[in-house]
Antibody, heavy 120, light 107 residues
């Protein structure tokens, strides 16, 4: 059974930093790409970033480019999102999702999400 | 970026009704379209991939169709469990983009 468990969310001041983690289990982690998707309170879904299975290729939404960094540790089956220079608009639930883009498949498994609140 | 536009934003319906949600892409995405269902406080759940392929375990009352720029999600006879918000998403290319969502609510 595929399991994705996010952690690291919380309250942070504008301009601050936070690192999210996503622990994966139940599939061959290094074989698949992974994505982060966020959802602001009461709003729709916004794709944030993706990384290939090897970690060698990354993609970012324009809204976070230069501020967020996606990475992974395949030895620990863990995905990360380093978030710097946070602004109020980054307030959202952040989901990690398995992203089999190489197989021409969409985001097929999602974690339960972790809430990030940017406020003074 | 590819823009995804869903309609309607809200869809009042009753148990037993058949409903259709439309999703339009700003450029051709072939069949690289997914549909998700999301309930309050929960993560999205993948229902359909490649425009019309039903995921394992998804009831057959759900169906998807379309290609290019026009897509539809149809629920043939609503069950109480189907009242939720539905999103389309293109996965032809990064950045992935979602429609704004359609909230299916009880009339």
């Amino acid at each position: 059974e595929v399991q994705l468990l996010e952690s690291g969310g919380g309250l942070v001041q504008p301009g601050g930093s936070l690192r999210l983690s996503c622990a994966a289990a139940g599939f061959s982690f290094s074989t698949y790409g992974m994505s982060w998707v966020r959802q602001a309170p009461g709003k729709g879904l916004e794709w944030v970033s993706a990384i290939s299975g090897s970690g060698g290729t990354t993609y970012y939404a324009d809204s976070v480019k230069g501020r967020f960094t996606i990475s992974r540790d395949n030895s620990k089956n863990t995905l990360y999102l380093q978030m710097n220079s946070l602004i109020a608009d980054d307030t959202a639930v952040y989901y990690c999702a398995k992203d089999p883009a190489g197989l021409r498949l969409p985001l097929d498994y999602w974690g339960q999400g972790t809430l990030v609140t940017v406020s003074s | 970026d590819i823009q995804m536009t869903q309609s309607p934003s809200t869809l009042p319906a009753s148990v037993g009704d058949g409903v259709t949600i439309t999703c339009r892409a700003s450029q051709s995405i072939s069949s690289w379209l997914a549909w998700y269902q999301q309930k309050p406080g929960k993560a999205p759940k993948l229902l359909i991939s490649k425009a019309s392929t039903l995921e394992s375990g998804v009831p057959s009352r759900f169906s998807g169709s379309g290609s290019g720029t026009e897509f539809t999600l149809t629920i043939s006879s609503l069950h109480p469990d189907d009242f939720a918000t539905y999103y389309c998403q293109q996965y032809k290319t990064y950045p992935y983009t979602f429609g704004q969502g359609t909230k299916l609510e009880i009339k």
